[in-house]
C-alpha cells in the first residue's frame, strides 16, 4: 500500500528546491558552522503567485499520477518547477487563445507576462543563495533552426529572464541531437544522458530547462543502522529492502490523511518532506487532499517539533515520459494542434509536438542527488510557401554569383547592367 510515498516526496522535493541560477552553488562547506538560511522576501502579489506554483504542481503530479496508474503504475518523479519554467520560456511566443492556454495550465492566469517572467528570475536568482553546502543549479536552453527567422524579442526575453543560451542549428544533421544531450548531460553532472533520439528538417526548435541538486542531510543517517527491513508495496508484495534508521528531532505533524515529516538539507534552507498514509488510507487518498485549496500551506503551518523514530528506505528512480496527455488534459491542448499560435517565435506557423521530462533521484544516509531536464519540441505545421508557377523575365539589369554548392564559396560576381545586339 505504500510503495508509493516515495512519489509524493519527489514532487514535493522539486516543489521545493528546484530553482536557482545558471550559476552553480558548488556546496560542501561544514553543516556545523554554516550562516542562517537567507530569508527571501516576496511581494503580496508574488506570494499569491507561489501559491499558484504550487497548485499546478499539485495538479500536475495527481492527474500523472492517475496516468501512471493505468499503466505500469510504478514508482516516478517529476520537476514541476522545470515543467513551469520551460513552459513558461515557451509561452514567452504564444499568441491569442494559445497564450490564454498556456497561463490557466499553469494556473497563472490573473498574471502577465512580464509578472510571470519577473517571478521566475527573481526565484531562481534567490534560491542560489540559501545553502552553501548545497550544490545547486538551473540552465536554460533554446536550439532553434537556422533556416527559420525568429523574432529578435523572443530571444531576447528568454535570455534576459531565463539566462537562455540560444544555438541555431540544422535539424537536418543527425549530429545535432547529439548536441542536445550532451547540453542536458553536461547540466546535470551526467546523470541524464540522452533527451531526445533524432531531430527532423521540420523541426523549429528545442527549448530545455536543466535542475540539478545535490544536498547533505543536516541530520545524517548513521550507515551502520542501516539494516534490511520489510516493505509491504501497493501491489500486495511484501520485500526486504535497505532501511536507514535514525531518532532525532525533527518538525512533524499528521492528520486523518497522513503523517508528515521534515527532513532538512545543510543549513536547512531546503528539506524534503515525507507524506505517509495513515493506517487504513492510501496514496490515492494524500493525492485527492493535496488538490484541496489551502491544504498544503495549512499542513505545513502545523509542523511541529518531535522526537522522531525515523524509518526511511534508500531509494533510487530514473523516469522519462511524455508529458502531452497529462498537458492536454490540464488546458493546453492548443498548443499541441495546428491551430496553435506561436506567432510571438516565427511568422510561419508551428506547434508544439511534445513536452517531455526525464528525472533522476538518489536518497541515501548522506542526502539527495535528483535532477530533471524538460524539453519542449517545436515543429513546423506548414514549411514557407514555395511559388508553383513562376515567370522570370530578366529584361532589366541583374546580378549573378557564381558558386560551389558544398561549401558556398563564392567563384565570381558579376553586374549586367546594359547588353547590346
Known amino acids: 500500500m505504500r510503495t508509493k510515498f516515495f512519489l509524493l516526496i519527489s514532487m514535493v522535493i522539486t516543489g521545493t528546491f528546484f530553482g536557482a541560477s545558471c550559476d552553480k552553488n558548488t ?3 561544514d553543516t556545523r558552522s554554516l550562516p542562517d538560511p537567507i530569508q527571501i522576501t516576496l511581494r503580496s502579489a508574488e506570494k499569491e503567485m507561489v501559491k499558484s506554483d504550487q497548485q499546478f504542481a499539485f495538479d500536475f ?17 517529476v520537476s514541476p518547477l522545470s515543467l513551469s519554467m520551460a513552459l513558461a520560456m515557451t509561452m514567452n511566443g504564444a499568441s491569442g487563445e494559445t497564450a490564454k492556454a498556456m497561463k490557466q495550465t499553469l494556473r497563472l492566469e490573473n498574471y502577465s507576462e512580464v509578472e510571470i517572467n519577473d517571478y521566475y528570475k527573481k526565484l531562481k536568482e534567490a534560491l542560489l543563495k540559501t545553502d552553501p553546502t548545497t550544490k545547486l543549479s538551473i540552465a536554460n536552453a533554446i536550439f532553434a533552426n537556422r533556416q527559420v527567422a525568429i523574432h529578435p524579442d523572443f530571444i ?8 537562455a543560451t540560444v544555438q541555431p542549428v540544422d535539424f537536418s544533421d543527425a549530429a545535432t541531437a547529439g548536441i542536445i544531450n550532451k547540453w542536458a548531460s553536461d547540466q546535470t553532472q551526467g546523470l541524464i544522458k540522452k533527451v531526445i533520439d533524432q531531430t527532423d528538417a521540420r523541426d523549429l526548435m528545442y527549448l530545455l530547462n536543466a535542475l540539478y541538486f545535490k544536498g547533505i542531510w543536516t541530520t545524517k543517517f548513521d550507515l551502520k543502522n542501516t539494516s534490511l527491513k520489510p516493505f509491504a508495496g501497493k501491489d500486495g508484495v511484501v520485500t526486504p529492502v535497505e532501511t536507514m534508521q535514525q531518532k532525532a528531532k525533527f518538525n512533524y505533524m499528521e492528520d486523518q490523511v497522513l503523517q508528515m515529516v521534515q527532513l532538512p538539507y545543510g543549513n536547512g534552507a531546503f528539506s524534503m518532506m515525507v507524506l505517509l498514509p495513515r493506517e487504513g488510507k492510501n496514496l490515492n487518498d494524500v493525492v485527492a487532499v493535496t488538490r484541496q485549496s489551502d491544504y498544503w500551506s495549512n499542513l505545513k503551518s502545523e509542523l511541529r517539533e518531535a522526537e522522531v523514530d525515523l524509518f526511511l528506505p534508500k531509494f533510487k528512480t530514473e523516469y522519462s515520459k511524455k ?5 492536454t488534459k490540464m488546458g493546453m491542448g492548443n498548443a499541441f494542434t495546428d491551430a496553435a499560435d506561436f506567432s510571438g517565435i516565427t511568422d510561419t506557423p508551428a506547434r508544439i509536438s511534445f513536452v517531455k521530462q526525464d528525472t533522476y533521484i538518489s536518497t541515501d544516509e548522506s542526502g539527495t542527488e535528483a535532477a530533471a531536464v524538460t524539453t519542449v519540441g517545436m515543429v ?9 508557377h ?13 558558386q560551389e554548392n558544398s561549401t558556398g564559396a563564392i567563384l565570381f560576381m558579376g553586374a549586367v547592367k546594359n547588353l547590346r545586339k
Open 390 to 402: 513562376v515567370i522570370f523575365h530578366a529584361d532589366r539589369p541583374f546580378i549573378y554569383v557564381i
Open 156 to 163: 531576447k526575453t528568454n535570455q534576459s529572464y531565463y539566462d
Open 27 to 29: 556546496g560542501g562547506e
Open 380 to 388: 513546423l505545421t506548414s514549411m514557407p510557401v514555395q511559388p508553383q
Open 323 to 327: 508529458l502531452n496527455d497529462v498537458l
Open 61 to 77: 503530479f495527481a492527474d500523472l499520477f492517475d496516468e501512471e496508474a493505468l499503466t505500469e503504475d510504478k514508482n516516478f518523479m
